[in-house]
């Protein structure tokens, strides 16, 4: 069954030190597309960055990407240099073939990321 | 400006009584979720509707229902039938049917049952 781990419930990282927020999936198929969302405070889900199975770049969106390992099954999401405003929560997601067919998409149990001045 | 809105964005409710949550969007997607988050926990999907008129249970449907009597709208009654409705809930809409394709969230809706 596709599955999505986050391992880490919580971090604390000093301001403008680059953060590695941890994701590894599980999915029997070939094809499938990764997604990062990041949760302020408000609820509100903003998305961050997308990953293809099939990429051959890792993705990168401004100081966000993606540190993508298919062999081991990660895709983990690294910020630079990071602000105040990256404290919130955030979310791995995967959709695979078979998911995609059912219009679904599954996401970890979150990261909470605290910067501190 | 092109977005999803919820309405209200806090939501208190008697024991009881049937409440609806609003999402509208504007991006002229054809697919709407909704999705329900409780407590430290990821996003569990309660209905999806993929087009107009149409609609599908999600994986915790019950004491939920919807309606997609429009594409720009997707309201979900939270019916008395649903035992623990206290939750924060998300409207989604999404781009297309590609694996790529992302689904957008509205600002969600913090239902609290008295």
């Known amino acids: 069954a596709q599955k999505i781990t986050q391992t880490q419930p919580g971090m604390f990282v000093q301001e403008k030190e680059a953060v590695t927020l941890d994701c590894t999936y599980d999915t029997s198929d070939q094809s499938y597309g990764l997604f990062w969302y990041k949760q302020p405070s408000s609820g509100e889900m903003i998305f961050l960055i997308y990953?293809?199975?099939?990429?051959?770049q890792n993705a990168t969106e401004g100081r966000y990407s993606l540190n993508f390992q298919k062999a081991r099954k990660s895709a983990n999401l690294v910020i630079s240099a990071s602000q105040l405003g990256d404290s919130a929560m955030y979310f791995c997601a995967m959709r695979d073939l078979v998911m995609n067919r059912d219009d679904k998409i599954i996401f970890g149990k979150g990261t909470r990321l605290h910067i501190l001045p | 400006d092109g977005g999803i809105t919820q309405s209200p964005k806090y939501l208190f409710r008697k024991e009881g009584q049937n409440v609806t949550l609003s999402c509208e969007q504007n991006l002229n997607h054809d697919a709407m979720y909704w999705y329900r988050q409780d407590p430290g926990q990821g996003l569990r999907l309660i209905y999806y509707s993929q087009i107009v008129n149409d609609f599908q249970k999600g994986d915790i449907a019950e004491g939920y229902s919807v309606s997609r009597e429009k594409k720009e709208s997707f309201p979900l009654t939270v019916t008395s039938a649903q035992k623990n409705p206290t939750a924060f809930y998300l409207c989604a809409s999404r781009t297309g049917t590609g694996l790529g394709d992302t689904q957008y969230f509205g600002p969600g809706t913090r239902l609290t049952v008295l």
């Open positions: 990953q293809g199975s099939y990429d051959e």
